[in-house]
């Protein structure tokens, strides 16, 4: 018997590899960022796919994992004092991570709290706000004749971004000249809006350089390009 053997999850996604942390996600801007920060940090991980078109993130499997019903979530079988942990909210699994690693987050205390600071950000402001963005401009939203709801959407995207811009004109990257989990917290989110929900022009993305050049240089790194396509689409 494995240390995953108690959780109803591997019933369904049946680990092949119990030694290593499980991850069970989906390509989407909250999901790459535990592909992309397992990628970075170098750690032994199993991706699992769930399918959002047979409501895998229903099943009671996954539930038991994640009573929220969001991907993504983990299973680390070498959790604190060697104990299996469970973890969900993709903030918190990147915390988790930074410190199991001592990677993409800074040792001194005041430092540590400015990369927090900006995960918080983008957990409470960028994830969000880009999200209904991408439901009203790209997906049913956009049917809707009145676009009130659409543009109160782009107006704070707007703002958020301006928010990134002038950050990232001070700093290389959003809590410092240091990469960290800040940033692979929040960058996935942009490429989204400019990219699958094809929103760059409505919020104006060539306003705003700083966020483009730093977007850039995350997109280039090996391990982000790979933990981009993390779990492979079936």
Known sequence: MNALSNFAINNKWPAQHPDRIQLYSLPTPN?????IMLEETGLPYEPHLLSFDTNDQMSPEFLSLNPNNKIPAIIDPNGPGGKPLPLFESGAILLYLAEKTGKFIPADPAARYQVIQWVMFQMGGIGPMFGQLGFFHRFAGKEYEDKRPRDRYV????????VMDKRLAESKWLAGDEYSIADIATFPWVRNLIGFYDAGELVGFKDFPHVARALEAFVARPAVAKGLTIPARG
Do not use: H, T
């Open 31 to 35: 999901g790459v960022k535990v592909s």
């Open 155 to 162: 107006n704070e995207s707007k703002r958020l971004l301006g």
